[in-house]
């Protein structure tokens, strides 16, 4: 993980961040559409060098969304109760390049199984999600 872009570790909320970004199998993913709306979506991430890769179905509105308008954020789901808010800001793009999503070891790794769950197999998985989307994190707020 990239200290740059977060929280000092030495103290709680920092060290809260690092543990979600490391157990978290969720976040959510804000764009903001061609009328001025918000519209977040649940994603499947993995965190590498300061920033999110997320891999999208081909046909997904949030591509175009990010062509558009590259400023996003992300956030994890709070404990219930309205404490341990994580958001992050940031700059998306579409990436070239990095392997499918099967393919990828740290994705796959994570979410291997699942895949197979949610298209029949994870080569599946791979040709129906197979555009890298790369977040890069400009910033991190929360309590």
Do not use: C
Request: glycine content about 12%.
């Amino acid at each position: 993980m990239s200290d740059t872009v977060l929280p000092d570790p030495d103290t709680p909320f920092g060290r809260r961040v690092r543990d979600r970004l490391a157990a978290e199998r969720v976040v959510w993913f804000t764009t903001v559409g061609p009328d001025g709306t918000p519209q977040s979506n649940p994603v499947w991430f993995v965190w590498e060098d300061g920033g999110f890769l997320v891999y999208s179905l081909t046909g997904a509105r949030r591509l175009s969304h990010i062509q558009d308008r590259p400023r996003v954020s992300l956030h994890f789901d709070s404990d219930g109760e309205g404490g341990d808010i994580v958001v992050f800001s940031g700059r998306a793009r579409r990436l070239e390049g990095p392997p499918p999503p099967h393919e990828n070891s740290a994705y796959a790794g994570k979410y291997g199984e699942a895949m197979g769950h949610v298209a029949g197999s994870r080569e599946k998985f791979g040709e129906a999600y197979s555009v890298p989307v790369r977040i890069d994190v400009t910033g991190v707020r929360g309590h």
